[in-house]
T-cell receptor, first 115, second 113 residues
């Protein structure tokens, strides 16, 4: 029973390029959450998705960031026209209905470096 | 109001000692307080959690103490071991948005052999 799988583990992008981060939730989990961790800081909530629905995107920057969780396939966090300030670790977590954050399982994260 | 303040930023303890990490919050609507442990290169893992209707919860060497009136809670690691060296995060959430965790800034713990 694999845990939450995130890929790539490390991603380097030049300023202005696009970054795509993928998250496959644990088997049986239909809720996905994305968090961002800046260096030396705690995790900050970005977005909560269920299959084909964005439930809460209150933590997402207004521009350049988007997230989806299609019916088939992994959840994708997309960052367009990356800037240096986007450099961070991005963590995905998943849970099953009824457990919400009490049953959170985090992936190992994607470390994005913008050069 | 949505912040969770965590201290200290870093902590060095001798093997066998007690590690204590403190957190404070403002929003009295918070009703779930977990602690997460994170090793380098890994995602956070749930360590122990408490609800505000109890003042203490113990699981093995890990204890959460909760002071509702002071709006503070702390993690105590008894008999600290080198393998406990990691970054620890407190967090809080509310039932009406219970999927959203508000994290403290983290404490980097080093346990010396």
């Amino acid at each position: 029973n694999a845990g939450v799988m995130q890929n790539p583990r490390h991603l380097v992008r030049r300023r202005g390029q696009e970054a795509r981060l993928r998250c496959s939730p644990m088997k049986g989990h239909s809720h996905v959450y994305w968090y961002r961790q800046l260096p030396e800081e705690g995790l900050k909530f970005m977005v909560y998705l269920q299959k084909e629905n964005i439930i809460d995107e209150s933590g997402m920057p207004k521009e350049r960031f988007s997230a989806e969780f299609p019916k088939e396939g992994p959840s994708i966090l997309r960052i367009q026209q990356v800037v240096r300030g986007d450099s961070a670790a991005y963590f995905c977590a998943s849970s099953s209905p009824g457990t919400l954050n009490y049953g959170y399982t985090f992936g190992s994260g994607t470390r994005l470096t913008v050069v | 109001q949505q912040q969770v303040k965590q201290s200290p930023q870093s902590l060095i303890v001798q093997k066998g000692g007690i590690s204590i990490i403190n957190c404070a919050y403002e929003n009295t609507a918070f009703d779930y307080f977990p602690w997460y442990q994170q090793f380098p290169g890994k995602g956070p893992a749930l360590l122990i959690a408490i609800r505000p209707d109890v003042s203490e919860k113990k699981e093995g060497r890990f204890t959460i103490s909760f002071n509702k009136s002071a709006k503070q809670f702390s993690l105590h690691i008894m008999d600290s071991q080198p393998g406990d060296s990691a970054t620890y995060f407190c967090a809080a959430s509310m039932m009406d948005s219970s999927y959203k965790l508000i994290f403290g800034s983290g404490t980097r713990l080093l346990v010396r052999p």
